[in-house]
Every structure is written in C-alpha cells, then in structure tokens.
C-alpha cells in the first residue's frame, strides 16, 4: 500500500544511519586514541594459546566525591575492559567468564556483557561476578569465520567505582577465569595494569550427551522458563512463554515476570497473560514510534523497557482474543509438580515488534534479566537466556509429525534461601516443659529503619495466649508477662517479626515409646491462600514420622534434603488459609488471623536416643508455600526434671484455646 512511498524513506534511513554510524565511529576512534596510550599490545601468549585467551585490562581511574582522609575509604571511578577470545577449532557456546574483584567494586555499566544472573547495575561486585555475552552470546570458531575478531572475539567495556588502593597503585581483580563447563584455567598472569589466561578444554570432562548440535543442551533447575520463537516475519515475529516448575517445593502465587528489552523491543499483542501497565507512551515518543509510522499505536499492549507481566484470572481461560493458550489462565498460580502437575505449567504468547538494525526474520534477541516472584513464596533467581536446540512440540492436527520452534532459549532459575532478616514467614517455637512462647526472631521479615523499635533486640518470651493477636496489639501481653517471670525489658522494645506468616510449633508430650507435636498456621495477611502446604524438613526424626491427623501428609522423594522433608497440605476442601480479618467487635477485639492446625505424632523406635525435653524435637526446616521461614535462634528449655501442676494447668488452656479457634469459618 504505500510500497511507492518506501524507497525514499530507505534512503533517507539509510543516510541517518550511515552519519550515526559515521559520528559513534568518530566517537570511538576518539576514545582508542585515548585508551592507546596506556593500553598494551595483546600479550604473545595469546598467539601461543589452543583455547580461550581471557584478557583484563585496567585503563584508567579518577578520585571521586567525596574526597576523604582515610585512603582506604577514598572512592575512585575506574574504567577497564575485559575480552574473550575463542582461538579453538570449535565454537564456544553461551560463554560466561568470571572476575574476582576485590576492591569493593561497584559496577555501573557494562557494555557487550550481562551480569550471569541478571541482576541490573549498578551492583555490588564485591566478592567477584560472572558475565554473559550480550547481544553476543556465543563465540564462533576462526575457521568457519575466517577468523573475522567481531565473531570470535567479544570486548567488554566496564565503568565503575572503587576503593582504597593508593595511587599509583593499580587495582586489579584477583583473578579471571571462564566458567563454562569442561574448561581448566590456570592462574591468571600479571603484567602491569594487565592480566590475562588461557583456558584450555579438560579432557577428563565428559559432556553428558554428545549430541552433535551447535547448542547447548537443556539444563534442569528449580524453574525452567522456555522462550521459543513460533513464527517470523521480518519486523515482527511470535514467542511461546512456558513457564515450568520443577521443585518439589517451588511454588508461585499471583506470579509477576519482568525482563528488560535490550534492543527497542515493543509487546503488540499478548495471549495467556497481560502486562499490568498498557503504556505506549516510550514507542510514542521513541524509536518505535519513528520507525513504525502507520502503526496504531492505540491497540499496542506495551512498550516499556521492563515489562511487569502477570496471569490472567481463570475467566478468561476461553476467551478468544485474551486466552485460549493451554495451561494458562490459573491467576498466577504453579503449585509444585507433587501437587498437580497440570497445574505447575503456565504458557503464554506474545507479539514482538523489532527496530532497525533487527528486521531480518532470522535475527531475534531475547530479553534480557528476567525475574520471577510471587506472594509469601520462594526466592528464584534467573539466569540469562540460553540458546538450545529448538523446542519440538507435536502436531496441533494430532498427526504423528512434530513442529519445530524457529529459535528456543531456556532460562533456568533456582530458588535460593532467604537471607537472614529478610524471610516471609517465621516459626514460634513452644513445648509442654516450658510455659513461654519463644517468638519469631526481631525483624524475621524485615524491619523499617525509622521504626520506634529496637531492630537488633532480642524478641521478648511471650506467654501463649499473645500467639493468637496480631503483634501491634501483643505488646501488653509481653510486658506483663516479662514482669511476671522477673525478666528484663529493653527500652525501646524489640521490633516484631513483620512476617505476613507464622506457625507455631508446640510440644505436646512425649513419652516413652513416642511424642507428639502440634502444627498451627496463622496468617496475618489480608489474603487467602489456596492449595497451601507446608514442608517439615527434620534431621533427627524423620525416620520416627508416624502419622498427621488433620492434614493430608506425604514423605518426599528426592535427592539430598528433600529425602528428609515431610510434606503437609490440607485435606480436600480444608485447603485454605484464610485472610485475617476483624474481631466479632472491632472496637474492642483485636484482629484475628486465619488458623490452620493439627498435631504430628511420631514413633521413637526408628530414632533411639532422642531426648525431646533437651530439644530433639524441633525442625531442621519449615517451609510455607515453598518459601523457608525463619526459625528462631532459641528453643524452649526445660529448668528441672519435674513440671508443676500450675504449668501443665496453663498448657492445657492453650491447647484448649488454639483448637477452639482453630475451625470457627
Ligand atoms: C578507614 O576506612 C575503612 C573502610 O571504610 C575503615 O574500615 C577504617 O576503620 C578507616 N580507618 C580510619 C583510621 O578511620
Ligand atoms: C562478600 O562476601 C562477604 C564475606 O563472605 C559477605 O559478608 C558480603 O556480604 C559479600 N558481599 C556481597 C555483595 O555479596
Ligand atoms: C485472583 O487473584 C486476585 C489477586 O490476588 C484476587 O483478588 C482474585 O480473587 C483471584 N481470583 C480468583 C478467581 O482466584
Ligand atoms: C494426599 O496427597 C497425595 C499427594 O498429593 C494424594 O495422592 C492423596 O490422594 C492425598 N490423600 C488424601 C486423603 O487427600
Ligand atoms: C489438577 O488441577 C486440575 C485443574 O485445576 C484439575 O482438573 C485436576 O483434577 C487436578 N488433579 C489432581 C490430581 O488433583
Ligand atoms: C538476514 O540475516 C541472515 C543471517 O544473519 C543474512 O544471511 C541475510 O542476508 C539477512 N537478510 C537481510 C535482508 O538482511
Ligand atoms: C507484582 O507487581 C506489582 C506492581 O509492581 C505489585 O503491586 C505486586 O505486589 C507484585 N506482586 C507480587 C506477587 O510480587
Ligand atoms: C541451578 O541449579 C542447577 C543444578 O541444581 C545448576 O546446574 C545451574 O547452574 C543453576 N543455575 C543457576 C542460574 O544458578
Ligand atoms: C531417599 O530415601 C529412600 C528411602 O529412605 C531411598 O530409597 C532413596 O534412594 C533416597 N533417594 C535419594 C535420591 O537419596
Ligand atoms: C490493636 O492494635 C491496633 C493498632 O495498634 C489498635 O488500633 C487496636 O485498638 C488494638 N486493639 C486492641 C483490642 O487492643
Ligand atoms: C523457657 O525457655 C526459655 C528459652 O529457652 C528460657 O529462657 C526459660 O528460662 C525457660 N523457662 C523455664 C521456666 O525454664
């Protein structure tokens, strides 16, 4: 339609880019100039290498603000650049090299690479960092390249800032190396401001599967996401998202998945999931909207450079224009695989616009740090896309015949621990020979820095009862029963937990061939949790494990710790954890939280010489929808070999109070 319009738009195209390509050529050639002077020549040892020759080169570094006495808390902003030079026969796939800084580095902007696990810059590169190639992936062989140095060689330019090292002393990492599997690096050689090694292919390595394809091959890890590219034109082409969860205990609630668009990539049209913002408003006034003149932009779904894309609620699972992709429309929900595998997969499918210099329809790259999260679940960490093997996937007539995806990256993220201080759930721990609670630990969830509390404090004992109120209201509570056992109060209190979860995990009794113990879940969140579990890691008495009476229990399968997990859902129709809501008179009762409970009993004849009252009996691990709470740093003590009446009297009320509160919705 307006093909006899396009020859001159070419032109005038093609002239903008050659002047811009003239300018950052200009720019560039500028900047070599400056770099030559310090810079020396490759080393010989690269001539001499069969492998791949990694180099670092440190340029030049300028003290910043503020400018400080101390020398080692001077900060200086650094240039340096690093390169990978494939000098083998083959082809070195998805390369990811390491440096060990070590001057406290912050690295502020990296080009022709990616940090491994996508974290954005500017970031902490304190204790060393792993770098992908981006947008060059992989490194070609000389020989199928005719040794053209732009395929087989990539450089990475690095600004950054530092400390400490005295001038003129030269800061350099502690070592370089690559990371791929099945190469050996030796110690990096040091010359001056240069540092460089040849890593050589281990011939003890054996790849699992010589599969002679130019990919990689498909790894496992706790979340796989697949980026397959469907079809193709040369503006434009179609991506599959599947999204697979494969952990025993992964898990994700109202998913939320973000990645950057290196390239002025825009979404035209999305099915199976939406993007939480519609904002056209950077291909408006941006490159897109320059380039594609006649589009409307009024029906493109988004346009930010890091979209938020979430599920769509199952409504709209038939919904032709929205849904209809199959495993979508679960209101991102993936429960893990033990639970119901159809529901541990989620896919969906998106309309990709390109900008120049990308239109060819065999040129496609993927987005770039990807990052998965849901509500009181697990932490994953993702690692850059990954070119593999195109995805099969069986004929949509039902013929025995297979389609072949066009181009297929897979993206592996693993979950990783909560640190310290910055879970989602907590545990109090509590048991027959002891009348206190031991609470949640000071800040278990995160704590806000100008709170009127004491965010290091250790939590105060807590008398049972204080378990059933949210904790703005159990502040009372904990000071009377501080003054009642002659214990010390620090002013300001400790902070509370901020956990949107606890359990309580309470000693029942224990005699002599068994004990028993009881699991309650209070949730403080206003949100209701469907299909939840709970995952009872235990070192001690696993073995001991008999049975659980108001919940559906299984003993896990797997390799490593999973073989001592316990895992614990609600029966059918039980599965919810409601939200918190109001006291029957909010003017007067606190809040009362959303209850789940029932008690475990164990044998002792598998694990001889368990002590219960010396504290055998709490777990290893707890996990609630996959996400590992914080146990507290103290177990309950027991101070003598006999409990008074009195004790056991205030036991029994407790247990009497949690149970009638416990079914009442
Ligand atoms: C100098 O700064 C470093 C790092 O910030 C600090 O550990 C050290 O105590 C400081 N020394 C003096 C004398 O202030
Ligand atoms: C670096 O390692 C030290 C010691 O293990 C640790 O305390 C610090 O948090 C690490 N820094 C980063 C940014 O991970
Ligand atoms: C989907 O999730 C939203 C947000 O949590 C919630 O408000 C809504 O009730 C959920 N819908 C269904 C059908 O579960
Ligand atoms: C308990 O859970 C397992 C695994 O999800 C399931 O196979 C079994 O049918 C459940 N049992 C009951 C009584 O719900
Ligand atoms: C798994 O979930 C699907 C969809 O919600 C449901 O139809 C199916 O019955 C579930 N399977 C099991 C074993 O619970
Ligand atoms: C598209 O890319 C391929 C491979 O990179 C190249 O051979 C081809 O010439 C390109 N086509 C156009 C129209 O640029
Ligand atoms: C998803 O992102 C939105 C917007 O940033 C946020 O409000 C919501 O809490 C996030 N959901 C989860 C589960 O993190
Ligand atoms: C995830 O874990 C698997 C094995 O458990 C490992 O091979 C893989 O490198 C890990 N991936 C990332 C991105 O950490
Ligand atoms: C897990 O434990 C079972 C029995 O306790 C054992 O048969 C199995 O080999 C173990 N699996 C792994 C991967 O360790
Ligand atoms: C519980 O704490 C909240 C917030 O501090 C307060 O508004 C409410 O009155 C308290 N309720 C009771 C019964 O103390
Ligand atoms: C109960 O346990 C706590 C925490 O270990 C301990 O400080 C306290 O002394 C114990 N109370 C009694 C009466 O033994």
């Not at 996401?225 to 992964?250: E, K, W």
């Not at 181009?407 to 909560?418: D, E, F, H, K, L």
């Not at 914080?630 to 070999?641: F, M, N, R, V």
Request: net charge neutral; hydrophobic share 35%; glycine share 6%.
């Amino acid at each position: 339609m307006s093909s006899p319009r396009r020859p001159p738009r070419a032109v005038l195209l093609l002239a903008v880019s050659f002047i811009t390509l003239a300018i950052s050529a200009a720019v560039r050639a500028q900047e070599d100039y400056d770099y030559d002077e310090k810079v020396n020549p490759p080393p010989a040892a690269q001539d001499r290498c069969i492998g791949v020759f990694l180099t670092y080169t440190f340029i030049s570094r300028t003290k910043e603000y503020p400018h400080v006495k101390n020398a080692s808390a001077q900060s200086y902003a650094f240039k340096s650049t690093a390169a990978v030079l494939n000098t083998m026969t083959t082809d070195l796939p998805a390369w990811n090299m390491f440096i060990g800084f070590q001057h406290h580095e912050i690295l502020v902007s990296a080009s022709g690479a990616v940090i491994t696990d996508g974290t954005d810059f500017p970031v902490n590169v304190e204790n060393g960092t792993s770098l992908s190639g981006f947008p060059q992936t992989d490194l070609m062989n000389a020989i199928d390249t005719a040794g053209d140095l732009s395929q087989i060689r990539v450089e990475m330019h690095f600004t950054g800032t530092q400390f400490g090292v005295k001038p003129p002393g030269t800061p350099m990492p502690r070592t370089i190396k690559l990371l791929n599997d099945g190469y050996k690096c030796p110690a990096p050689t040091k010359k001056g401001s240069q540092m460089y090694v040849c890593c050589v292919k281990d011939p003890k390595f054996k790849a699992k599967k010589t599969e002679e394809t130019r990919f990689l091959p498909r790894r496992y890890g706790d979340l796989t996401i697949a980026y397959d590219v469907l079809r193709s034109y040369d503006s434009n082409y179609m991506a599959q998202i599947t999204i697979d969860n494969n952990h025993p205990l992964g898990r994700l609630d109202n998913w939320n998945l973000t990645w950057e668009w290196k390239r002025g990539e825009f979404i035209n049209t999305m099915k199976g999931a939406y993007t939480l913002r519609k904002d056209i408003s950077d291909c408006i006034y941006g490159e897109a909207g320059n380039y594609y003149q006649s589009l409307d932009f009024s029906t493109v779904m988004n346009c930010e450079k890091k979209p938020i894309i979430v599920d769509l609620p199952p409504e709209k699972e038939k919904d032709d224009a929205l849904g209809n992709i199959p495993y979508c429309c679960k209101n991102g929900t993936l429960l893990p695989p033990t639970m119901n595998i159809t529901q541990s997969k989620a896919i969906f499918q998106l309309q990709v616009y390109k900008l120049p210099p990308d239109l060819n329809r065999t040129v496609f790259y993927p987005p770039q740090n990807w990052k998965i999260n849901g509500f009181i679940n697990p932490n994953y960490v993702c690692g850059p896309p990954i070119r593999v093997s195109p995805m099969e996937f069986p004929d949509p007539n039902g013929l025995m015949s297979e389609t072949e995806a066009i181009a297929s990256w897979q993206i592996v993220c693993n979950i990783t621990r909560p640190k310290s201080k910055h879970s989602r759930c907590c545990v109090t721990y509590s048991a027959f020979y002891n009348e206190s609670v031991v609470p949640c630990n000071t800040c278990a969830c995160g704590c806000s820095e100008d709170a009127a509390c004491n965010p290091v404090a250790t939590a105060l004992l807590l008398p049972p009862e204080a378990l059933l109120v949210p904790s703005e209201n159990r502040t009372a509570k904990a000071k009377a029963w501080a003054s009642i056992n002659h214990r010390h109060v620090p002013n300001p209190l400790p902070c509370w937990d901020n956990c949107g979860v606890s359990m309580n995990w309470h000693i029942v009794s224990n005699y002599r061939k068994g004990w028993t113990a009881r699991i309650t879940l209070f949730n403080w969140a206003d949100y209701t949790f469907k299909n939840w579990f709970v995952a009872l890691e235990m070192d001690k008495f696993y073995r001991g494990y008999e049975k659980v009476y108001s919940f559906n229990g299984t003993k896990l399968q797997g390799p490593g710790r999973i073989n001592k997990t316990i895992f614990l859902q609600g029966l059918e129709g039980l599965n919810y954890l409601i939200a918190e809501t109001d006291g029957k008179d909010p003017s007067v009762d606190p809040r009362v939280p959303g209850k789940q409970q029932s008690v475990i009993s164990f044998t002792k004849k598998e694990t001889p010489g368990i002590n219960i009252v010396k504290g055998d009996g709490f777990p290893t691990r707890l996990y609630f929808n996959g996400d590992e709470c914080e146990l507290p740093d103290d177990i309950p003590t027991a101070s003598g070999p006999r409990h008074s009446v009195s004790q056991l009297a205030v036991v029994l009320f407790t247990v009497v109070a949690l149970l009638s509160t416990v079914d009442y919705f």
